[in-house]
Structures are given as C-alpha cells and as structure tokens.
C-alpha cells in the first residue's frame, strides 16, 4: 500500500495517478512547445546510444537542456520520454544510483 499524507491507495491507483500526471506534463509541453516530446525522445535516445556507461535520467535530461531541447513546464515531461525509450527497449534498468542530493534513482543504460 502507497501512503501520502492523510491518503491511503493501492498500488494500481498510485500507478494511475503517475501516469496520467505523466501524460499531462508531456501533453502541456507539446502544446507550449510543438511536438517537444518528439525532439526530446530523439535526443535521449541518442545519447543513450552513445555510451556503454549506465546513467541516471537527470544527466540524459541536463545534457539534452544543454544540447537546446527545450526546458517543458514541468519536468514530470522528462518521465514520459524515459518511459517511452525503456518501452520501446531501447534502454533497460541497470540498478540504483544516489542522485546529488543521496536520493536513490533508477540507474539505465543502453539495451
């Protein structure tokens, strides 16, 4: 069972409620910026292609700002893109990592 403050959910409801903010933050992105999730579903796959070394979405992501894919409004936007590639298995779960503030991520690395 999934507990936030003062709610109580199963896991199929929490995992609903994920993904359908998911798919808002990505639906608003495309809106604020045309077809955005298409220029930053090719960038990530891209860069995964490039490297044998696993890595966490936020350096894929901090690259692709770099690189002039557009920041979305919200980064929720980011989460469908890596969904999408680890779906399509182009990339693949590769373990946990600590991100800089020591919270632990998902790992990936290139199928």
Known sequence: MCELPGDKMDRATATE??????????????????????????????????????????????????????????????????QRAARAGLIVKAGYREDRYCSPKTLWRRA
């Not at 700002?65 to 979305?72: A, M, Q, T």
């Open 17 to 82: 409620r994920r993904d359908d903010s998911i798919a808002r933050a990505v639906d608003h992105a495309d809106r604020v910026s045309h077809a955005w999730s298409v220029l930053a579903y090719t960038y990530i796959v891209s860069w995964a292609k490039g490297s044998d070394e696993p890595f966490l979405a936020e350096e894929a992501i901090a690259s692709a700002l770099e690189f002039g894919v557009p920041k979305p409004p919200d980064g929720r936007a980011w989460g469908a893109i890596i």
